[in-house]
């Protein structure tokens, strides 16, 4: 937001200020606040440059999953104690503080108002008062006061005013006076209130000028009369509001020149700065969403920099072509593939070196993998090996746009892991257990996935002692369900703090018995991954 303010404000002060089409100007302040207002909530379509498959994990054991499982998708707990940092009570305690003094200012017009007498000039009606006040409007309103009735200058005065009323310049007062209530931190609001304020005396005087016969020394010889004899109220219309000397000299400028309007096309350039600068931030979002999604552990993604093709034809990504590209069997066949000719090379299992490679292809116009780069690796070992499994993959039915083949980008990412010796002994000791993907039916929960995350909302509590110290994070429970449909082998693999993950094992020991998973028409043992996500505000 302080980004759309700055720009706005810019180009008004290097391209704007000096020119007088007053109409256009005001469109232009307008626009500036509103725009800045509305920018930050605004939804730009965002395109990635890549489609990002599951994450497979590559470990000593025979399959693949067995010591991962799928993860499932997040449920949040909240503490019901409402939380609130201490800088955004300092805000509502200025802002209020602002917006009172605004309504005391109101209140004040509204006091001046009831003790004035009406008369009628021209047609006119308007309020005397006995006060030594510069003439004023506040929409339709308009207050002089006794010694401007008998002063030669009251015609001016009054035609002044009356454009003020007829243009409803209040509105715009009245608008940038909340914003800069509501954005009090800014300085950029307080120098387009000013630039507002100012345009608003031009549109004016420029009115007078124009409809009135009146001598132009003599306009500018009131304003200044007024000006040195007679305060202002802050939240009104004034015909002496300063500075005289910018009015005074915009009195005497000539007319721009029609061409000079084509100024205002660069509010065009500058929402394409930041709808840019948007996308920027949405695309880095996405790219970290996208990896949470993906994958059991957390890592940062390759940037798009680092994930870039080469190839001479137009290269598509996964959310742009009509028909996304089909590897033989499907996705799962896809995963199956890889996990099972990936290799752990020795030397890394000596060393114990493991981590994430991201490996990108292309996908191309006769599907055929092509282009087979790492655009982020872990040791030269692992991004061998990675490259060379992926290189195995056969021939895929290529994707489609517009009903013709196109060349499509993945990126893959492959996690090669080492298992402890008290997984191996744990893995040892329970039944074989089998993944997500690999089954025929997969386990059930009463009601459905719906169901599972209402109960675990419903039933989880907040530990009183982390609501009190403000310790919130995501716990991630792995459980089996056996073959009976039971609920077994509860435990963290990533906790946060001992209250936590206690209770987040606590949750999910008590889940009633599902209907067990099935492969090749026995029940079999399936193993789940969760992340809780307790919250404290």
Known sequence: ???????????????????????????????????????????????????????????????????TGILLNEVTIQAGMLKIPWWSIGYLLVTAILFTIFLIRLFSLWKLK??????????????????????????????????????????????????????????????????????????????????IRINLEYLADHNCKQTQNYKNKSYQYAILQMAISQPHINISNHFNYSPIKQRIMMLNKKNSEKSAMLKYLSIAPIMLVLMLFAQSKELFALNQKTQTANETTLSIPPTDDEITTTTSDSVFNFTTVDEKPIFPGGDKALVNFLAENIKYPEHCK?????????????????GKVSNIKVPRGVHPDLDKEAVRA??????????????????????????????????????????????????????IFPGGESALFKYISKNTRYPETCKE?????????????????????????????????????????????????????????????????????
């Open 350 to 366: 000596e060393q114990k070196i493991e981590g994430r490679v991201y490996v990108q292809f292309v996908i191309n116009k006769k």
């Open 390 to 443: 992926v290189s195995l993959l056969s021939d895929w039915t290529p994707g489609k746009y517009q009903g013709k083949a196109v060349p499509v980008v993945y990126v893959v990412p492959i996690n090669f892991k080492l298992q402890t010796d008290k997984e191996i002994g744990e893995k040892a000791s329970t039944d074989s257990l089998y993944d997500y993907v690999s089954i025929d039916e997969k386990p």
């Open 469 to 537: 110290k403000g310790i919130e994070g995501r716990v991630f429970v792995q459980f089996v369900i056996n073959k009976k449909g039971k609920v077994s082998n509860v435990k963290t693999t990533r906790s946060v703090h001992p209250e936590l993950d206690k209770e987040a094992i606590r949750v999910i020991s008590s889940l009633p018995d599902w209907t067990p998973g099935k492969h090749q028409g026995k029940n079999v043992s399936v193993q789940y991954t969760i992340p809780i996500s307790f919250k404290a505000y």
């Open 114 to 195: 009831n003790k004035a007498s009406i008369q009628y000039i021209d047609n006119t009606k308007i309020w005397v008062t006995d006060k030594n006040i510069s003439p004023f409007s506040f929409f339709n309103l308009i207050m002089i006061n006794r010694e401007t009735l008998e002063s030669p200058h009251l015609p001016m005065v009054l035609q002044h005013e009356k454009t003020h009323v007829s243009q409803w310049h209040s509105l715009d007062v009245i608008f940038a006076e909340l914003i800069c209530i509501v954005f009090f931190y800014n300085p950029l609001v307080y120098l387009l209130k000013k630039e």
């Open 1 to 67: 937001m302080i980004r759309s303010f700055v720009l706005f404000y810019v180009i008004y002060k290097i391209l704007l200020q000096n020119d007088t089409f007053f109409k256009w100007r005001r469109f232009y302040l307008w626009f500036a606040l509103v725009f800045s207002l509305l920018y930050p909530f605004a939804k730009w379509e965002i395109v990635s440059h890549n489609q990002s498959l599951s994450g497979v994990i590559i470990s000593k054991a025979d399959t693949v999953f067995n010591s």
